[in-house]
């Protein structure tokens, strides 16, 4: 089970070169996502090219819901930004779960 610091990390550069991307340009959406094994969400902003206001808070009733979110355990998170593991298999197996709006999740395809 990967740290809540190391996950940070991970979101951190995922989110980064999201937000980077020309596909992403002009977004202003809440995202999340949520550490199923560490029972916390990751909560930010991606707006302006990069990420904003990312924190950590439990994981229950009260989280808001994102605009764009992302449900993984802590070890898929990290496998996928150190490479070793695909997005779109992950996603496909059930391993990784992205919800967003259609039209977000049409812009945002190519980068995932």
Known sequence: MATIDE???ALKRILGDLAASPAAAGLDRS???RLT?????ML???????VRDLKVVADGPGVPRADIRLTMSSDDLVALTEGNLSFAPAWASGRVRFEAGLRDMLRLRSLL
């Open 37 to 41: 094994d560490l029972e916390q969400v």
């Open 7 to 9: 996950c940070t990390t």
């Open 44 to 50: 930010g902003r991606l707006s302006s090219g990069s």
């Open 31 to 33: 995202l999340s996502c």
